[in-house]
């Protein structure tokens, strides 16, 4: 039973090693997901700034070399609503990866309950079967004892007999 026991501790041992790699990766993408956050967002400010720069150049003068046509800003409109979208899909999936964080901690916690409970459990089957041994033994020499102290009566015994 209790190689059982051992068999089912070492395969919870495991299983704690693999979750903590494993959030240790969600982890990894959490910062890369940050990283990636912060990029676009600068970026997303940046053509922003970019785009009323343009903006600006068109209300005051038509004929600079900065004017846009509509055709262009429409352009410059779907591609920082295509920035808007990669965003909150970053982001997105930053929030997944955190609540896959969240819940691979929740099961590491779990694991390591029933490997603690699985130590202890072993750790009282041992002490049972140490104090068997135990008393085992101390059966053994009691009976010795007393079978040593059988024979020195008899032989007194006899001693006194024979004188």
């Known amino acids: 039973m209790s ?4 068999l089912l501790k070492d395969r919870i041992s495991l299983e704690v ?12 993408s959490i910062e890369k997901g940050q990283h990636s956050i912060h990029m676009l967002t600068d970026y997303v400010r940046q053509y922003s700034e970019k785009l009323a720069f343009m ?43 955190k609540a896959y964080l969240r819940q691979a901690a929740e099961n590491l916690k779990h694991l390591k309950l029933k490997q603690k409970t699985l ?10 079967l140490e ?22 009566l008899l032989l007194k015994s006899a001693e006194g007999r024979l004188a």
Do not use: W
Request: aromatic share 2%; with cysteine.
């Open 17 to 28: 090693s693999e979750m903590e790699s494993h959030m240790a990766l969600i982890q990894s």
């Open 119 to 128: 130590e202890q459990l072993l750790a009282r089957r041992e002490a049972v």
């Open 55 to 97: 903006g600006q150049c068109t209300a005051v003068d038509e004929l600079t070399p900065h004017t846009i046509s509509g055709t262009e800003l429409k352009a410059h409109n779907q591609f920082a609503g295509k920035l808007m979208s990669a965003l909150a899909a970053q982001v997105r999936q930053n929030e997944t990866n």
């Open 3 to 6: 190689k059982a026991i051992e």
């Open 131 to 152: 104090e068997k041994q135990l008393r085992r033994a101390q059966k053994e020499l009691d009976e010795l004892a007393n079978g040593r102290y059988a024979r020195t």
